[in-house]
C-alpha cells in the first residue's frame, strides 16, 4: 500500500529556515507528480509547490524564490527547503503523490493527487 511521511516541521522565528522531508513507499511506478500543501486553520488548503519525475517544477506565486523543491529518486524522498520564512507560512503541511503526470495549470490543485501523507506542523513566530 502507498504511503507518505513527512518529517522536519517545527517552530521557527521569521527569516528562518525549515527542511521538509516526504519519503515515499509502496509505489511500482516511475512516473509522478508529487505536491506539498499547507492549511492553515480556517482556509482552504494551498498547493504550495510540486514537482514531476520529469523534474518540471510549479510554486506558488507567496513563495516564489523563498521555497525549493526539490527530488532524491535514490531515497524516494522529495524535500521543501523554506527559507525566508513568514508568521503567514505557518499552517500543517502535506505532500500528496500521483500517478502520472500533470498539465502544468494543474500541478498545485489538490483534486489532482490520490495519495496523501499525515502531515508535518510548521509554525513562525514574528
Known amino acids: 500500500q502507498e504511503q507518505l511521511v513527512e518529517s522536519g516541521g517545527g517552530s521557527v522565528q521569521a527569516g528562518g529556515s525549515l527542511r521538509l522531508s516526504c519519503v515515499a513507499s509502496?509505489?511500482?511506478?516511475?512516473?509522478?507528480?508529487i505536491g506539498w500543501f499547507r492549511q492553515a486553520p480556517g482556509k482552504e488548503r494551498e498547493g504550495v509547490a510540486s514537482?514531476?519525475?520529469?523534474?518540471?517544477?510549479s510554486y506558488a506565486d507567496s513563495v516564489k524564490g523563498r521555497f525549493t523543491i526539490s527530488q532524491d529518486s535514490a531515497k524516494s524522498t522529495v524535500y521543501l527547503q523554506m527559507d525566508s520564512l513568514k508568521p503567514e507560512d505557518t499552517a500543517m503541511y502535506y505532500c500528496a503523490r500521483k500517478q502520472g503526470l500533470l498539465a502544468e495549470g494543474v500541478l498545485r490543485t489538490a483534486a489532482m493527487y490520490a495519495h496523501w501523507g499525515q502531515g508535518t506542523q510548521v509554525t513562525v513566530s514574528s
Open positions: 509502496g509505489y511500482d511506478y516511475s512516473i509522478f507528480c
Open positions: 514537482i514531476c519525475s520529469d523534474s518540471i517544477t
